[in-house]
């Protein structure tokens, strides 16, 4: 395998740790640790730290370590202002085009016994990244996909409770019971107050944890 896959392969795999909160923000890190980890020589490690170091999910601290990088109140506030002006409009792009299958499938889903509360990020972002994928501005695709990387931080590091999740979960089920039945309007609508709501609980994270 040469060092450009070997960078890949560290990058996406220190990037998913970090993402899913396996890093845990405040920790530092080191290159050695990581290699041992992931399998992978130094170079490849800290030519990916280093791209990592960019997207702001690490600072590289000479001397001392690789430092995980806190989630803010400002990234929450800004992550949420962009889904708030953004993700309606791709709702409204993507409505007439969504195969009413997919859209079955994920209510289905989310209404089953078998929903898993532990998990239920994977599937809400999996929810929201298909009706983005299905808006037809690749710009806007790019940019989402990074922006629910940000967002899955968030919401492990914020450890929603157990009815906010059930709560998110009857959201989920409206905004796809108006798409089926191409109430473009209403689930627009369903999706702003879904995203509020999803704000506030972060939200909330911060003020209680200040007390």
């Known amino acids: 395998m040469g060092n450009l896959d070997l960078k890949t392969r560290a990058y996406h795999s220190i990037r998913h740790k970090l993402i899913h909160c396996e890093y845990v923000a405040g920790t530092m890190l080191n290159e ?14 800290r030519e990916a730290l280093n791209r990592i170091a960019h997207e702001g999910y690490i600072r590289i601290l000479p001397k001392k370590g690789i430092l995980v990088t806190d989630v803010t109140l400002n990234d929450v506030l800004q992550i949420f202002q962009a889904r708030l002006e953004i993700e309606p409009v791709g709702l409204r792009m993507a409505g007439p085009t969504l195969p009413k299958e997919e859209l079955l499938v994920f209510r289905n889903k989310f209404l089953s016994d078998k929903y898993d509360i532990d998990k239920n990020f994977m599937l809400d972002t999996a929810m929201h990244l298909f009706i ?20 899955t931080r968030v919401v492990i590091s914020t450890r929603q409770s157990e009815a906010k999740v059930l709560d998110a979960r009857k959201e989920h089920v409206a905004i796809l019971n108006f798409l089926l039945a191409e109430d473009y309007a209403n689930a627009q609508s369903a999706m702003i107050a879904h995203i509020k709501n999803c704000r506030l609980a972060a939200l909330n994270f911060f003020y209680n944890s200040s007390i």
Do not use: W
């Open 132 to 151: 983005i994928d299905n808006c037809g501005n690749r710009y806007l695709i790019d940019m989402m996909h990074k922006l629910f990387d940000d967002n």
């Open 32 to 45: 050695a640790q990581i290699s041992e980890e992931l399998g992978v020589s130094r170079t490849p490690i």
